[in-house]
């Protein structure tokens, strides 16, 4: 059995997941990266999108938004503000808000409002992260 | 002397008061369980997230970052987070004669003081002062990270854009469910955490590898410590609220309580000299026909 390295998730409003998992794969600031047992000490922003592990043979998707990550002493720990598991996206209403979102967005790139625009993009990247996360693949 | 009548609808009048301060005092223990779990929530978050602040400020130049800047103070702000709801006793009066003040305090120093009003009851009480900036009134209820976010976004923009050189939060800080005080707490600049200040926990000073490099982290981390530090003053007067409340309600209902037995002597009092009265004519009249 290979070795296992504890990993934890919080947000404001508490303790979302604490368990030992095999091997974890998050949406970093350069990209996605994994983090086996006994990675070295590591910190690193955290942009929206599908965090997963996998635990045996199970793996599970989350979606996360806004963040770091801190690896040390293998332990690593997700410091998000928000964590939802794919399993309970409702999927439809993630779509709703994909569609609302891509809207507003348009509108907000039409009229040249620079300051909706980052908040609109950051909108529609959540509702596409949770659509990733709940295994739904976007066409 | 009120007659009997009008004693009665007092007795039935103070009755009905104590049984809503009663029903208030339920309502707000329960809430204020409410609001102590989303603390204790919040907590491991806090607690990680100053851990790893900790851990990188302290190999950092503060100089570096905007957001810790000290500059020459000549304008302050003051963030005055007060409740929407009234009926919690002197909680509110409290928060805001605290601030008050400080803005006394700072314009004497001949600094200039502009407000930021979180909560309706502060939003209201310092609108005719002509110093509010920004209000964030009937938010207390319900506010979620992103309330918090909006605000702090609000603060550090005039910070950054040298508006204001110092922030300051007056709110009403949670003691116990007894004792609720107004407290004053710097926000801006960013006083660095250095390692003994954290006190008993124990922070590990192992080299890091950053992603991105440590100062772009710190970029990040900076607004998201303003957040987080707004968010759990916020926490904190809505469970001071709910706690003034409580003891507000009980101390109510206690004094309708006092209100009911002292009106009920009144009453028996008054009933009694009905029936002595009354004795006192039958018998005078008796002794006049034995006459």
């Known amino acids: ?139 | 002397m009120a007659s009997l009548k009008d004693v009665q609808m007092k007795i039935g009048g103070v009755k009905k008061t104590a049984q809503i301060t009663k029903a208030m005092n339920m309502v707000a223990a329960a809430k204020l369980r409410g609001a102590q779990q989303r603390m204790v929530d919040f907590r491991p978050y806090a607690d990680q997230f100053d851990d790893a602040m900790t851990s990188m400020s302290g190999s950092m130049e503060t100089s570096l970052f905007p957001l810790m800047e000290v500059r020459e103070v000549n304008s302050v702000e003051l963030i005055v987070v007060t409740s929407d709801r009234g009926l919690c006793g002197s909680f509110n009066a409290h928060i805001m004669k605290t601030a008050e003040k400080q803005m006394a305090r700072l314009e004497e120093e001949g600094k200039k003081v502009s407000l930021v009003c979180v909560g309706k009851k502060g939003s209201r009480y310092f609108k005719k002062t002509g110093k509010v900036r920004k209000s964030y009134p009937d938010i207390m209820g319900t506010f979620q990270m992103f309330n918090a976010r909006e605000i702090a976004q609000e603060v550090a923009a005039n910070f950054l854009s040298g508006e204001t050189d110092e922030v300051l939060l007056v709110y009403g800080a949670f003691v116990s469910v007894a004792v609720q005080r107004p407290a004053v707490k710097p926000l801006l600049p960013i006083q660095a955490v250095s390692g003994e200040e954290v006190g008993d926990r124990t922070v590990d000073s192992v080299d890091f590898i950053y992603e991105p490099s440590p100062t772009e982290i710190m970029d990040v981390l900076l607004p998201l410590y303003l957040n987080v530090m707004v968010y759990h003053i916020m926490l904190e007067v809505g469970a001071s609220e709910h706690a003034a409340r409580m003891t507000a309600m009980d101390n109510a209902t206690t004094a309708c309580v006092d209100m009911i037995s002292n009106l009920t002597l009144i009453y028996n009092k008054a009933r009694q000299a009905g029936i002595t009265a009354e004795l006192m004519d039958i018998v005078g009249g008796a002794e006049a026909l034995k006459g």
């Open chain 1, 1 to 139: 059995m290979a070795e296992t390295i504890k990993l934890e998730v919080v947000t404001p409003r508490g303790a979302v997941l604490s368990e030992d998992v095999d091997i974890v794969t998050a949406p970093g600031y350069g990209g996605e990266f994994g983090v086996l047992a006994n990675h070295a000490p590591l910190l690193s922003t955290i942009k929206i999108g599908v965090m997963s592990y996998k635990k045996g043979g199970n793996s599970e998707q989350l979606m996360i938004s806004g963040g770091f990550c801190k690896v040390a002493a293998n332990r690593i720990t997700f410091l998000v503000e928000s964590a939802e598991f794919g399993r309970e996206i409702d999927v439809d209403r993630a779509m709703r808000a994909k569609e609302r979102a891509e809207k507003r967005l348009a509108e907000v790139i039409r009229k040249e409002e620079h300051l909706n625009q980052a908040r609109a993009e950051a909108a529609l990247q959540r509702s596409l992260a949770r659509l990733r996360a709940a295994g739904h693949q976007p066409s």
